[in-house]
C-alpha cells in the first residue's frame, strides 16, 4: 500500500505567508468609496489596525509570519496530508487523491489560521475587543479561540439558520469566552431595518457582517474581523497550501488538479494560491473553486462592483456577485452561503486564470458519506463540496484511463453538523434550484459605478 499519511516537523511550519497579488497579470481592482473613487487605505483605520491594512494593500509576494502567531499555530501545524487510498479502491480509478486535512485544528477548521493573525495584530495595536460574523459558527469558533489565546472580548453575529441548526458551534463559541447572537438582531441599524422588512428573515452573511461592521465603527475599543473574502485573510490561510506542496514534494508528487469549497474565497485561496505561484510561471495545473448551485457566485454571478454586507455599509469591491441583498436559500453548507467573492478569487476567475464548479447539495452529501466509509473522517458540508468534485474529477480518469493526480482542502471536519446527516439519512434534505428571478431582481440594486 502507497504511503498515507504525509506529516511534515514543526521546524517547517511556514515562516512567510504567500502573496499572490505578486504573480497576478493585472493589479487587483481597488476598493471604491461612495463617490466611486478609490478609497485610501486609513479609510480602513475605523475598524482594522494598521498592520492589516498593509498587508491588505501589500504586493509584496512574502509576508512574515509572526513569531507569536508561528507559536500558536504549533497548536496544530503543520496539518496532515493524506493519500485517500481506500477512497481511490473504492472508485476503481487510475487517479492519486490527496488531501489536506485543516480538521486537525483546536477549532476544527482551517479558519483559525486567520484568525490568530487578525486577533494578535489587533491586540498589538491596543484593540481588546472584536465583532464579527459568522455562518456555519466555524469562523466564529475560531475567533473566539484566538480571542482567549490573547485576552480579547469576541462578540459574533450567527447566521440565524446557521445559528439554529447547529447549536453545539454556539455552544463551541461560548465556551471559549465569545458572546452570540442569531442575526439579524434588534441591536443594530442594520438589524432592525432588516427584521422591520422581514420578521422572519432566517439571515446572510451579508447582514451578518452589516450587524458585525456597524457595531465596530460605532466604538473606538472595538474592531472588525473577519473569516474571508479580504486579501489579508486569503493571504493568511496560504500556509495550507505552501505546506501541502512541501508535502507532495517528500514523495516526489505534484498535482494535476487542486480543488477547495469557495463561499468567500479563504478556503480555496489558501490551499491554491501557492500553486497558483508554479502557474504563473508556466507550471500546468488546474486550480478549482466548487461551490453550491444553489448559491452559485462565480458560475452564475455578474463581475461588478458591490457590497460586501447586505446594508451597504463596507466599501465596493469588484467581484462576482448574486447582488448584496440575495438571500440564499438555507442549505447546511451555511459556511458558502455568501452573495459574493474574494475580489482576488473573482479576478483571476474573469481572466480565465482558475476554474469554478457548482454542486448540489444532496450529490455533496452523498460524496461525504462515501468518503466517511472510505477514508474514517466525516467532513463538514462545506468540505463536502470538494469531495464531491474530487470524485467527479476521479471518475473521468476512471473514464480516460488517465492516473492523475488529484488534492483537495478538507477544511473541516463535521463533528458538529451530525443534524444536517441526519436529515440527509432521513430524506429530509434536498437540492435548491439556482434562484434565476431573485438574483436578477437583487442584480437591479447593484450600486451604481462609474
Not at 140 to 154: D, E, V, Y
Not at 239 to 259: M, N, S
Not at 396 to 413: D, P, Q, V, Y
Request: aromatic fraction near 10%.
Amino acid at each position: 500500500m502507497p504511503q498515507t499519511k504525509i506529516l511534515l516537523d514543526e521546524s517547517e511550519i511556514p515562516t512567510h505567508w504567500y502573496n499572490v497579488v505578486a504573480d497576478m497579470p493585472n493589479p487587483p481592482t481597488p476598493p471604491l468609496g461612495p463617490d466611486g473613487k478609490p478609497i485610501p487605505p486609513q479609510a480602513l483605520g475605523a475598524i482594522f489596525p494598521e498592520a492589516l491594512i498593509q498587508q491588505e494593500m501589500s504586493g509584496e509576494r512574502w509576508i512574515p509570519v509572526p513569531e507569536p502567531v508561528r507559536e500558536i499555530y504549533r497548536l496544530w501545524r503543520p496539518s496532515p496530508l493524506f493519500r485517500a487510498y481506500r477512497l481511490e479502491q473504492v472508485l476503481g480509478t487510475p487517479a492519486k487523491i490527496y488531501y489536506k486535512y485543516e480538521g486537525v485544528s483546536p477549532a476544527g477548521s482551517h479558519k483559525p489560521n486567520t484568525a490568530v493573525p487578525q486577533a494578535w495584530y489587533n491586540q498589538q495595536a491596543g484593540i481588546r475587543r472584536l465583532t464579527t460574523e459568522t455562518g456555519a459558527g466555524q469562523w466564529g469558533s475560531a475567533l473566539a479561540l484566538a480571542g482567549q489565546m490573547f485576552g480579547m472580548k469576541i462578540r459574533v453575529y450567527m447566521v440565524k439558520v446557521s445559528y439554529e441548526q447547529k447549536p453545539f458551534r454556539r455552544s463551541m463559541m461560548q465556551t471559549w469566552g465569545a458572546e452570540v447572537f442569531a442575526s439579524p438582531t434588534d441591536m443594530t441599524e442594520s438589524g432592525r431595518k432588516i427584521l422591520a422588512a422581514d420578521p422572519a428573515s432566517q439571515g446572510s452573511l451579508g447582514i451578518a457582517i452589516s450587524e458585525a461592521v456597524e457595531e465596530a465603527a460605532s466604538r473606538k475599543d472595538t474592531n472588525y474581523s473577519l473569516g474571508s473574502v479580504l486579501n489579508h485573510v486569503l493571504l493568511h490561510q496560504t500556509v495550507i497550501g505552501l505546506e501541502a506542496k512541501k508535502q507532495l514534494e517528500k514523495i516526489g508528487e505534484y498535482p494535476d488538479v487542486v480543488l477547495a469549497a469557495c463561499g468567500g474565497g479563504s478556503n480555496f485561496g489558501g490551499i491554491a494560491f501557492p500553486f497558483f505561484a508554479d502557474k504563473a510561471a508556466g507550471k500546468k495545473v488546474r486550480l478549482i473553486a466548487v461551490e453550491p448551485t444553489s448559491c452559485p457566485t462565480l458560475t452564475k454571478g455578474q463581475y461588478a462592483y458591490d457590497f460586501g454586507d447586505a446594508v451597504g455599509l463596507t466599501p465596493l469591491m469588484k467581484m462576482y456577485t448574486l447582488g448584496h441583498d440575495f438571500m440564499p436559500p438555507g442549505i447546511h453548507a451555511g459556511g458558502l452561503r455568501y452573495h459574493g467573492d474574494s475580489p482576488l478569487v473573482s479576478q483571476l476567475y474573469h481572466e480565465k486564470l482558475i476554474e469554478a464548479v457548482a454542486v448540489p447539495q444532496l450529490a455533496t452529501f452523498e460524496a461525504g458519506v462515501m468518503f466517511a466509509r472510505a477514508e474514517g473522517i466525516i467532513p463538514a458540508p462545506e468540505s463536502c463540496h470538494p469531495v464531491r468534485a474530487a470524485i467527479d474529477e476521479a471518475m473521468k480518469c476512471k473514464k480516460s484511463g488517465e492516473a492523475k493526480t488529484i488534492l483537495f482542502n478538507l477544511s473541516g471536519h463535521g463533528h458538529f453538523d451530525m443534524a444536517s446527516y441526519d436529515k440527509y439519512f432521513s430524506g429530509q434534505l434536498e437540492d435548491y434550484e439556482y434562484p434565476a428571478a431573485a438574483v436578477a431582481a437583487s442584480m437591479q440594486r447593484l450600486p451604481r459605478v462609474g
